[in-house]
């Protein structure tokens, strides 16, 4: 055992220097002035921007719940596939990742601008042009798109592990369909719609590309200010360090709550 | 006593091509105790889940309690399985288990109560209502999936290799229970298992399968007793099989010697299998009987002694209460009755 100990020096230095330490930081930095004296005006401040936040968690709300209704059944029917077919199936699904996400982006940049290639095909049949990019739909559908395999992902390798006679039994025992679904496919993959809830939210409620590449100004993120903050012309790392602890505590609560829903032995995150 | 399952002419081909049964016709009448015995990949299983209804036959009919039921699902037919491997839910306890196909039902929670706590009282597993399925002993799941089964009242039970994860102590245990819990409910039982010790003891009528094909129906004393062919009769307890054949009725020829038996209606010397049980070899002095050997091995049983004989063309096995010692000549002899002869097979 002492010796296995000694493997896992290096990874405790690691967490330490580039997880630990940033978090103090930041912590200090929330409630530091910036002569180093302690204040809570920073925190305090991020009030005014209640309603980023609203918009943040909204957006990203709906972009994970689109998810979930579309990666449920897509991860099933890949589960219950051959398994060679399985494995070229997440093998399509992951394929988009293999590119670079800034790219991405930027493709949905060019197919939903006001003259972009959905609008010039709809105008050759006599329709529009529409306004795609620049709207809270055009962030939604970037971040279903970019973050969908995270959905899917999880789900399918949780749904590959049912028995299939599992679901033979339920059948046997008198579920249709619906009933097969809801009473034991549900619950069986509840582990994974919670991690995979996780996996899309988290990083939904903090992008900042996504919403400045496809959401114009009218759809500035909880990501897009933090980032102003320390980058942008309204420099404050103070406020920035204040916004970014209160979105942490934020998804701490909210990952807490989702956890409830797990079963005790089967806790993921 | 009235068919309460029928199978007409069953033939179930599999994707690749490759025909799993091959026109299976099957009568079970209703609370009979029916076990289908056959080695792996005979069909005994397709069989079992045509009458549950995961599978469709590529032709012929199923009929239950008169009725044709091919094309309806499992849930709307009125039998229950019990799974090789239990499969039982692991997101719910011991009670919502054997509940399970209640609630389906909507059945009132006053009933549920009821139905659950004779379930667990049949079953043994009083005060494990709360326990999690994953924390319970190989038998225990058993319990509880013979449970989860009959608490909805099916007319036909239908158990897949049920005892086969078991020890063998707990499947002689098992046994038994189950061949009371089938008498006590007066319920019809299929049961499906490769063991042919299992299938004797517990049925009221066995089938013995092969490649798709039905070898045999009858009680288990008719099985062993007069199995109708080599296969049969190798695959229930150990046989020795060799070849002979009949120059007329009652007189069959095999390692060139002429024996007695009671079988007749072959054509005149109609090549055959001639099959005897070992307990059913009589061991003589080599002096002037009609068969010798030389004693291989002697192997301890328990209730006898398991000899390996050389013969001129065959090795023998013998079981016998008193060991010869090895190398020994030894004299064998049969009575006539216990001479079967059974006409070559074309298929096995």
Redesign the interface.
């Known amino acids: 055992m002492k010796q296995l100990k000694v493997l896992s020096v290096p990874y405790l230095v690691w967490m330490v220097i580039f997880i630990l330490v940033p978090i103090i930081m930041v912590a200090f930095f929330a409630f530091t002035n910036e002569d180093g004296s302690f204040t809570i005006k920073h925190i305090s401040d991020v009030g005014q921007y209640a309603n980023i936040f609203v918009h943040s968690i909204w957006l990203a709300l709906i972009a994970t719940v689109i998810c979930l209704v579309l990666a449920y059944p897509i991860a099933f029917i890949i589960s219950r596939m051959e398994k060679h077919r399985q494995g070229t199936m997440m093998m399509i699904v992951m394929l988009p990742m293999w590119m670079n996400f800034l790219l991405r982006t930027y493709a949905w940049m060019t197919l939903l601008g006001n003259n972009g290639i959905i609008n010039h095909l709809l105008g050759m049949v006599g329709l529009g042009p529409y306004k795609l990019i620049n709207t809270s739909g055009a962030v939604v559908l970037g971040m279903v798109y970019n973050y969908l395999p995270f959905m899917i992902l999880p789900l399918y390798s949780v749904m590959a592990k049912i028995?299939k006679?599992?679901i033979?039994?339920?059948?046997?025992?008198?579920?249709?369909s619906v009933?097969v679904l809801f009473?034991?496919i549900v619950?069986?993959s509840?582990p994974g719609i919670t991690s995979g809830i996780t996996m899309v939210f988290v990083p939904a409620i903090s992008t900042f590309i996504i919403s400045r590449m496809l959401g114009g100004g009218s759809n500035l993120l909880i990501g897009d200010l933090i980032e102003m903050q320390f980058l942008g012309n309204s420099y404050n790392p103070h406020l920035g360090a204040a916004i970014s602890l209160v979105l942490m505590v934020i998804i701490l609560v909210i990952m807490t709550v989702m956890n409830q829903f797990s079963?005790d032995d089967q806790v993921l995150i | 006593m009235e068919n309460i399952v029928s199978l007409k002419n069953l033939v179930v081909d599999f994707e690749d091509g490759e025909r799993i049964l091959k026109n299976i016709s099957l009568d079970i009448k209703d609370k009979e105790f029916v076990t289908f015995l056959g080695p792996s990949g005979c069909g005994k299983t397709t069989t079992l889940r045509i009458i549950?209804?995961?599978l469709e036959p590529t032709s012929g009919d199923v009929f239950f309690d008169g009725k044709r039921i091919n094309g309806l699902?499992?849930?709307k037919r009125n039998?229950?399985?019990v799974?090789?491997?239990y499969?039982?839910?692991?997101?719910l306890n011991v009670y919502e288990n054997i509940a399970?196909?209640l609630?389906?039902?909507n059945v009132s929670e006053k009933e549920i109560v009821k139905r659950v706590g004779e379930m667990l009282e049949l079953v043994n597993l009083k005060g494990f209502e709360k326990r999690s399925v994953n924390r319970l002993s190989g038998g225990q799941q058993q319990r509880v999936a013979i449970a989860?089964?009959l608490v909805?009242h099916p007319k036909v039970l239908l158990l897949d290799e049920p005892l086969g994860a078991l020890d063998l102590k707990l499947r002689k245990e098992m046994q038994t229970e189950l061949r009371k819990i089938q008498q006590a409910l007066e319920l019809t039982f299929v049961y499906v298992t490769h063991d042919q010790e299992e299938a004797l003891t517990m049925s009221d009528t066995v089938v013995v399968m092969n490649n798709g094909i039905i070898q045999q129906i009858g009680s288990p004393t008719d099985i062993y007793n007069e199995p109708v062919n080599a296969f049969v009769a190798d695959f229930i307890g150990e046989s020795n099989i060799v070849n002979g054949c009949m120059p007329e009725d009652c007189v069959v020829e095999f390692t060139g010697r002429r024996f007695k038996c009671v079988d007749k209606g072959f054509d005149p010397n109609e090549t055959v299998d001639v099959v005897i049980r070992p307990e059913d070899v009589k061991v003589v002095s080599a002096e002037g009987a009609k068969l010798t050997g030389i004693v291989e091995s002697v192997v301890f049983k328990g209730v006898h002694y398991e000899m390996t004989v050389d013969g001129v063309d065959h090795k023998w096995i013998i079981h016998s209460t008193k060991a010869e010692p090895v190398g020994a000549m030894i004299g064998m002899d049969f009575d006539p009755f216990d001479i079967h002869i059974m006409k070559i097979s074309e298929e096995q």
């Open positions: 028995d006679s599992v033979e039994a339920s059948r046997d025992l008198g579920c249709n009933n009473r034991v619950p069986l509840l079963p | 549950a209804g995961f699902p499992p849930h039998v229950n399985t799974f090789q491997r499969a039982l839910f692991p997101h399970f196909g609630r389906v039902k989860r089964a909805n």
